[in-house]
């Protein structure tokens, strides 16, 4: 099994920085497909950003290129969102998810989730 962990949500004002880190642990691979997806109340979740550990590349949802990053450490066992010029139409619970199998995209199905992080942008 494999448990997800978000950190690094929190308040910051339109043109600031965060970013959330997924802390993962069990049965993961360098192959997997992480991503990153958001959900305000009354909205359907949305996928962010996801990195294809098999292909090393990355996909973005329209409304995030060029400011948002997602990428991973050297040892494969965290994951990061870098959100830079932020906007208060970011705010948002953002939750990381890994696909272990099939395609990797913001649409795909993802098997694990984390509990998910708040990100208010003011």
């Known amino acids: 099994d494999v448990q997800l962990v978000e950190s690094g949500g929190g308040s910051v004002q339109a043109g600031g920085s965060l970013r959330l880190s997924c802390a993962a642990s069990?049965?993961?691979?360098?192959?997997?497909?992480m991503g990153w997806f958001r959900q305000t109340p009354g909205k359907e979740r949305e996928g962010v950003a996801v990195?294809?550990?098999?292909?090393?590349?990355?996909t973005y949802a329209d409304s995030v290129k060029g400011r948002f990053t997602i990428a991973e450490d050297n040892v494969g066992n965290t994951f990061y969102l870098q959100m830079n010029s932020l906007e208060p139409e970011d705010t948002a619970m953002y939750y990381c998810?890994?696909?272990?199998?099939?395609?990797?995209?913001?649409?795909?199905?993802?098997?694990?989730w984390g509990q998910g992080t708040q990100v208010t942008v003011s």
């Open positions: 998810a890994v696909r272990s199998r099939g395609g990797c995209n913001l649409k795909a199905y993802f098997e694990y």
């Open positions: 069990g049965h993961i691979t360098s192959s997997d497909c």
């Open positions: 990195m294809d550990g098999a292909m090393g590349t990355t």
